[in-house]
């Protein structure tokens, strides 16, 4: 059984940082690429960082500069390091881990976790 749990959120003022974890079970953590996706109040979910099996990164240009996606393998663990918050980065987030093989994709999601950016 694959479970992702998620952990870290809550309420940060803006400027201020946090640091989301996501422990996974039941998979080959280590080939498995890992994103974590936000959902703000009505509107849709969105990658906001990803890492590759390899340790490649990626980011949109909302959060790039500011948010990190670091992994341990040995913790079958990733983060999302998120500095200098914003309200706008106000979400429910969430986990993701994807595995690409003979060209289809396999997903699996964590619960999600609030994060709250306010004064």
């Known amino acids: 059984q694959v479970q992702l749990v998620e952990s870290g959120g809550g309420l940060v003022q803006p400027g201020g940082s946090l640091r989301l974890s996501c422990a996974a079970s039941g998979i080959i953590f280590s080939i498995y690429g890992m994103g974590w996706y936000r959902r703000a109040p009505g509107k849709q979910r969105v990658l906001v960082a990803a890492i590759t099996s390899g340790g490649t990164t990626n980011y949109p240009d909302s959060v790039k500069g500011r948010f990190t996606i670091p992994r341990d393998n040995a913790k079958n663990t990733v983060y999302l390091q998120m500095n200098s918050l914003k309200p706008e980065d106000t979400a429910v987030y969430y986990c993701?881990?994807?595995?690409?093989?003979?060209?289809?994709?396999?997903?699996?999601w964590g619960q999600g976790t609030q994060v709250t950016v306010s004064s």
């Open positions: 993701n881990a994807y595995l690409i093989r003979d060209y289809e994709r396999r997903d699996y």
